[in-house]
């Protein structure tokens, strides 16, 4: 076999192996909806399903019809019901597929608002450590929200610690 021939036949390999994961995460993703939606008629709540894939997870969304005050108890106080749906959704998922999943819900567009909020978070965090040379302590944050601000520092090229224990462990934004 020739150098170009095994790197075709790598390339193939990777691309099936793309295509594996793209549909075990679609699957993930239709369990999780049938799950959602026989809860949303069991609470008689109106709301849409949509799915995504995204990385290396399955992304659900519960979306109202304009009139999203009705889902906002299922988000909860600070997304307090949001992750406890989505860990028996996880639960769901894994009751049938058998493995562990990475699974993301969000509900009523809340998870797309705070992750755009703690993006701007991690940012300034990020600005403030770099103008002082000193650590930045951040409060404490769940595991979805302390992610989302460490590839906010990330991507502003400082590096940052979770530091703590649950469920009042925090971000440190070190200096460069």
Excluded at 44 to 61: F, K, P, Q, T, Y
Excluded at 85 to 92: D, G, K, P, V
Excluded at 145 to 158: C, F, P, S, T
């Amino acid at each position: 076999m020739t150098e170009g021939t095994t790197s075709a036949v790598e390339a193939e390999a990777a691309a099936s192996a793309d295509q594996s994961i793209v549909a075990r995460l679609e699957q993930e993703g239709d369990i999780a909806a049938d799950y959602l939606e026989g809860l949303l008629d069991i609470a008689d709540l109106d709301g849409d399903i949509d799915m995504d894939v995204e990385g290396d997870r399955a992304l659900v969304s519960i979306v109202g019809d304009g009139n999203d005050r009705t889902l906002q108890r299922l988000v909860g106080q600070d997304g307090e019901v949001l992750e406890a749906l989505q860990e028996l959704t996880r639960l769901a998922v894994h009751r049938e597929t058998g493995e562990r999943s990475r699974l993301m819900l969000d509900i009523a567009g809340f998870r797309a608002r705070k992750r755009s909020e703690l993006a701007v978070l991690g940012a300034k965090a990020a600005e403030q450590a770099k103008s002082s040379g000193e650590q930045v302590k951040l409060q404490p944050m769940t595991p979805f929200e302390r992610k989302v601000v460490h590839d906010a520092v990330a991507a502003a090229g400082l590096r940052s610690e979770s530091e703590g224990e649950e469920p009042q462990r925090f971000v440190v934004v070190l200096p460069a």
